[in-house]
């Protein structure tokens, strides 16, 4: 069972920014494709960003490409996500998820989510 933990979530005003982390663990060392989705209230899950597992390959949402940034950490199966340029529209639960293939479509593991607010 893989076992994902985010973190750096937070409360931060229009036009800020937020770093979050996930790690990834399983105890196997296998390495996992990981990625980034969002759920803002009343509205449904939403793809944001991926990220091969050697990091050398990401795929973003068409609208959410220039503010966002998917990284891979130096650690096995860690990835960032560089929030910019914050606005109330991005208010909602982050979550991070792996898979041995593709994030894209239907992940096979998720992390329990951090959720990031934006004030105006």
């Known amino acids: 069972q893989v076992q994902l933990v985010e973190s750096g979530g937070g409360l931060v005003q229009a036009g800020g920014s937020l770093r979050l982390s996930c790690a990834a663990s399983?105890?196997?060392?296998?390495?996992?494709?990981m990625g980034w989705f969002r759920q803002a209230p009343g509205k449904e899950r939403e793809f944001i960003a991926a990220?091969?597992?050697?990091?050398?390959?990401?795929h973003y949402a068409d609208n959410l490409k220039g503010r966002f940034t998917i990284s891979r950490g130096n650690a096995k199966n860690t990835v960032f996500l560089q929030l910019k340029n914050l606005n109330a529209e991005d208010t909602a639960v982050y979550y991070c998820?792996?898979?041995?293939?593709?994030?894209?479509?239907?992940?096979?593991?998720w992390g329990q989510g951090t959720q990031v607010t934006v004030s105006s």
């Open positions: 998820a792996a898979d041995p293939l593709s994030v894209i479509a239907a992940p096979r593991y």
């Open positions: 990220t091969t597992w050697s990091g050398d390959g990401t």
């Open positions: 399983d105890g196997t060392g296998a390495n996992y494709v």
